[in-house]
């Protein structure tokens, strides 16, 4: 999310003139898009903004702009922090960058962390890839999970409308790209604000609605979306994803604990049970689907036993990747204040346990890829290898192969190559282009 907000921040820049800076230390403006989500992202900032700092003494021309989620979560009392600062903006003011500026340009130091209704976007993103791009679907986040300052600083809900997404992926494959990730924070949400109920009463605008409204695009190959929330996953979507021959086998579903009595102090909503019967549904249907997660350890509480429920969950369903962290409390959130936080030491064992079984797990599950052929799309140039490209299988495996084909023929970025299997790794696969 804040990756398709910097491109389109970016994209603002870019319409006003300005040109990327060859060094951080060079710019004459500076734009720090930041991550609250654990503390250690916060506190990188801090380090970034005082260097900043310390050039716009000499340089008083110098633009300094914090946006995203610390500039909303800390608001004014970042410019107390850092006087040296022009703007704080927060993420739903990306699209507002332009006028933002315009008011420092006035003399003013502002901050705008205000509630904002994103209205339509029409904003062009700088984007880092030609081929695959991220669409915005719903912005902001209903939930209340315990240990999550997204709501606070993303706020509520707004889906944009299908017809304003079709057109901006219709716009998209005329570029070139080939590729869309539909995005949100809790992308099963989509629609709750939009009106409409079918003439069966069943509530119109969700995720699977969109999902058939923007499959006729032509021009793109492969849909994604992320994140999904298992309170909200339905049969009906697995369904359509089934049935959608652009949607790609990939699930991005974080089950967060492995226990019972932790989810609910994470007030997730669902059980590991309803977890499971997702997995099943989704295998039935899609056998050799892949499916990530999130997970989170030494949660306020969080027993050695409950610990070992998230381990062996993660060997029952055998993901493909799964992002681990330790809990980290943070700021307005209820488990932040709650008394039995859990010593450092205890986090730095139970994380390390995990990511062995996380990377032990990755290996094993990408060993069925040795020997067969994948259709992968190609992203680019390997920066480490010029002779190779790299690109993603359907099921998001990172994978390399020879830019030169059978008989001369050379592949570029956007084409779907099939390659054929030869080197697997934990995180990633090598082939042989076959055609
Ligand atoms: S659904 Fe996701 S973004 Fe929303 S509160 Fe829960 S963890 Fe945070």
């Given at each position: 999310m804040n990756k398709a907000d910097?491109?389109?921040?970016?994209?603002?820049?870019?319409?006003?003139?300005?040109?990327q800076a060859s060094a951080e230390l060079e710019a004459d403006l500076v734009l720090y898009n930041t991550c609250t989500i654990r503390d250690n992202a916060e506190q990188k900032v801090y380090s970034y903004l005082g260097r900043q700092a310390r050039r716009k003494r000499s340089n008083p021309?110098?633009?300094?702009?914090?946006?995203?989620?610390?500039?909303?979560?800390?608001?004014?009392?970042?410019?107390?922090?850092?006087?040296e600062l022009d703007l704080v903006m927060g993420p739903q003011h990306a699209n507002r960058l332009e006028l933002l500026l315009t008011q420092v340009d006035s003399g003013k130091q502002v901050v705008a962390t205000d509630d904002n209704k994103i209205l339509e976007d029409v904003t062009i993103p700088?984007?880092?890839?030609?081929?695959c791009a991220w669409v915005n679907v719903i912005y902001g986040c209903n939930e209340r999970c315990t240990y999550c300052v997204v709501p606070s600083v993303r706020g509520k809900e707004q889906s944009r409308q299908p017809e304003a997404i079709h057109m901006e992926m219709q716009g998209l494959a005329a570029l070139g790209f080939r590729e869309i990730t539909l995005l949100g924070q809790n992308?099963?949400?989509?629609?709750?604000?939009?009106p409409g109920i079918t003439a069966e009463g069943r509530r119109q605008n969700t995720l699977t609605d969109l999902l058939h409204h923007v499959h006729d695009v032509e021009g793109i190959e492969r849909i994604r979306f992320a994140t999904s929330h298992p309170r909200y996953?339905?049969?009906?979507?697995?369904?359509?994803?089934?049935?959608l021959p652009k949607l790609c086998e990939h699930f991005h579903i974080p089950f967060q604990s492995g226990d019972n009595n932790v989810l609910k102090a994470m007030a997730r909503g669902y059980t590991v049970e309803r977890y499971r019967r997702i997995i099943d549904r989704i295998r039935e249907?899609?056998?050799?689907?892949?499916?990530?997660?999130?997970?989170?350890?030494?949660f306020p509480g969080e027993t050695d036993d409950q610990f070992r429920q998230t381990l062996k969950l993660i060997e029952q369903v055998g993901f493909d990747q799964v992002n681990t962290a330790a809990y980290s409390p943070r700021p307005n959130t209820p488990a932040a204040t709650w008394p039995n936080q859990l010593p450092e030491a205890v986090k730095v064992e139970r994380l390390q346990e995990l990511n062995a079984l996380v990377e032990n797990t990755a290996r094993q599950r990408n060993a069925r890829y040795d020997g067969r052929v994948e259709e992968v799309?190609?992203?680019g140039i390997n920066p480490k290898d010029p002779d190779q490209l790299m690109g993603r299988t359907r099921s998001n495996r990172l994978t390399f192969f020879a830019a030169?084909?059978?008989?001369?023929?050379?592949?570029?970025?956007?084409?779907l190559v099939d390659v054929r299997i030869d080197s697997v790794r934990s995180f990633s696969l090598s082939g042989t282009p076959l055609r």
């Amino acid at each position: 999310m804040n990756k398709a907000d910097s491109e389109r921040m970016a994209g603002i820049l870019q319409s006003m003139g300005y040109q990327q800076a060859s060094a951080e230390l060079e710019a004459d403006l500076v734009l720090y898009n930041t991550c609250t989500i654990r503390d250690n992202a916060e506190q990188k900032v801090y380090s970034y903004l005082g260097r900043q700092a310390r050039r716009k003494r000499s340089n008083p021309h110098l633009k300094l702009v914090v946006a995203g989620c610390v500039a909303q979560q800390e608001g004014e009392a970042l410019l107390r922090r850092v006087p040296e600062l022009d703007l704080v903006m927060g993420p739903q003011h990306a699209n507002r960058l332009e006028l933002l500026l315009t008011q420092v340009d006035s003399g003013k130091q502002v901050v705008a962390t205000d509630d904002n209704k994103i209205l339509e976007d029409v904003t062009i993103p700088r984007r880092d890839s030609k081929i695959c791009a991220w669409v915005n679907v719903i912005y902001g986040c209903n939930e209340r999970c315990t240990y999550c300052v997204v709501p606070s600083v993303r706020g509520k809900e707004q889906s944009r409308q299908p017809e304003a997404i079709h057109m901006e992926m219709q716009g998209l494959a005329a570029l070139g790209f080939r590729e869309i990730t539909l995005l949100g924070q809790n992308i099963d949400a989509y629609g709750r604000d939009l009106p409409g109920i079918t003439a069966e009463g069943r509530r119109q605008n969700t995720l699977t609605d969109l999902l058939h409204h923007v499959h006729d695009v032509e021009g793109i190959e492969r849909i994604r979306f992320a994140t999904s929330h298992p309170r909200y996953f339905t049969d009906r979507l697995i369904e359509a994803c089934a049935g959608l021959p652009k949607l790609c086998e990939h699930f991005h579903i974080p089950f967060q604990s492995g226990d019972n009595n932790v989810l609910k102090a994470m007030a997730r909503g669902y059980t590991v049970e309803r977890y499971r019967r997702i997995i099943d549904r989704i295998r039935e249907l899609m056998p050799d689907a892949a499916i990530s997660s999130d997970v989170i350890v030494a949660f306020p509480g969080e027993t050695d036993d409950q610990f070992r429920q998230t381990l062996k969950l993660i060997e029952q369903v055998g993901f493909d990747q799964v992002n681990t962290a330790a809990y980290s409390p943070r700021p307005n959130t209820p488990a932040a204040t709650w008394p039995n936080q859990l010593p450092e030491a205890v986090k730095v064992e139970r994380l390390q346990e995990l990511n062995a079984l996380v990377e032990n797990t990755a290996r094993q599950r990408n060993a069925r890829y040795d020997g067969r052929v994948e259709e992968v799309l190609a992203e680019g140039i390997n920066p480490k290898d010029p002779d190779q490209l790299m690109g993603r299988t359907r099921s998001n495996r990172l994978t390399f192969f020879a830019a030169k084909g059978p008989e001369g023929c050379s592949y570029s970025p956007g084409d779907l190559v099939d390659v054929r299997i030869d080197s697997v790794r934990s995180f990633s696969l090598s082939g042989t282009p076959l055609r």
